[in-house]
């Protein structure tokens, strides 16, 4: 099994930047997929980003284009989201999410995901 837990959540204007961590443990950490999800109180959790298990590729939502970056550091355990230009509508727990595999496919759906950080909330104020 692999353990996460997020951090960097916290509360931010309008067009300011956060950037999210989530620190891994448990399991060779290069043999995941990572993603980072977000839930908003009364919605279903949202796919937000995907990186591969090298870091070579990634995939973003359709909801952040240009404005969310997702990244790793396979030697540090660590997979990050850089949050820029954050609008009201971004506010939500951030939820770091990992899965055994080492294609090429990004997963958005969370039941595809095996392991889970506890989330780290994000308030941006208007």
């Known amino acids: 099994q692999v353990q996460l837990v997020e951090s960097g959540g916290g509360l931010v204007q309008a067009g300011g930047s956060l950037r999210l961590s989530c620190a891994a443990s448990?399991?060779?950490?290069?043999?995941?997929?990572l993603a980072w999800f977000r839930q908003a109180p009364g919605n279903e959790r949202e796919f937000v980003a995907a990186i591969s298990w090298s870091g070579g590729g990634t995939r973003a939502a359709d909801s952040v284009p240009g404005r969310f970056t997702i990244s790793r550091d396979n030697a540090k355990n660590t997979v990050y989201l850089q949050m820029n230009s954050l609008k009201p509508e971004d506010t939500a727990v951030y939820y770091c999410a990992a899965e055994e595999y080492s294609g090429s496919y990004f997963y958005t759906s969370p039941y595809e995901y095996d392991y889970w950080g506890q989330g780290t909330q994000v308030t941006v104020s208007s």
């Open positions: 448990g399991r060779t950490f290069s043999n995941y997929a």
